[in-house]
T-cell receptor, first 113, second 116 residues
């Protein structure tokens, strides 16, 4: 079992709809959870960070964390073609993140105009 | 990718050849990392350096060596390249005090390496 699991996709969502990306992790000691976005041929960039159970909103993005179920998700509201990318889930055992991030394999999201 | 510069961007090697990937940062960060990214495998940590003069193994260190000679530069060396080392390599630094106080990784643009 991989430490961080994501559905590789591709996930196709119509423009304007809500895109829902999911991630599960196996290490119960994980404390910090990150979502990175990676455009094709580019490097990953951080879009969301969460460490408390519940929801965290930032603009059109909402991260959801459920430590009991070892589950973290990313919702993208009003999806735009520019949201088409691969989304990487990453977890860390330390508070606020440190060097030993463990990444999932990523979910490829395509927004259909 | 302002602040983290990787060279070269592309490289083709023959099996058994050696090469060094260079990474330099101008953000005065202590921690630097080397990841590799392969289809279906995600990003995997090869080596990291928490400070100048220190290095530690990550998840997949075999076949690689690193050098952190100063705070700015962290190099990754392949002594005898193998086809299994064909990958995209990313250097990253750790930024303190990112969004909501998180420490976040800032990646370089990547180096695409092909070993024939």
């Amino acid at each position: 079992q991989k430490e961080v699991e994501q559905n590789s996709g591709p996930l196709s969502v119509p423009e304007g709809a809500i895109a829902s990306l999911n991630c599960t992790y196996s290490d119960r000691g994980s404390q910090s959870f990150f979502w990175y976005r990676q455009y094709s041929g580019k490097s990953p960039e951080l879009i969301m960070f969460i460490y408390s159970n519940g929801d965290k909103e930032d603009g059109r993005f909402t991260a959801q964390l459920n430590k009991a179920s070892q589950y973290v998700s990313l919702l993208i509201r009003d999806s735009q073609p520019s949201d088409s990318a691969t989304y990487l889930c990453a977890v860390s055992r330390s508070n606020f993140g440190n060097e030993k991030l463990t990444f999932g394999t990523g979910t490829r999201l395509t927004i259909i105009p | 990718n302002a602040g983290v510069t990787q060279t070269p961007k592309f490289q083709v090697l023959k099996t058994g050849q050696s090469m060094t990937l260079q990474c330099a940062q101008d953000m005065n960060h202590n921690s630097m990392y080397w990841y590799r990214q392969d289809p279906g495998m995600g990003l995997r940590l090869i080596y990291y350096s928490a400070s100048e003069g220190t290095t530690d193994k990550g998840e997949v260190p075999n076949g690689y060596n690193v050098s952190r000679l100063n705070k700015r530069e962290f190099s990754l060396r392949l002594e005898s390249a193998a086809p299994s080392q064909t990958s995209v390599y990313f250097c990253a630094t750790l930024t303190s005090g990112g969004p909501h106080g998180a420490n976040v990784l800032t990646f370089g643009a990547g180096s695409r390496l092909t070993v024939l």
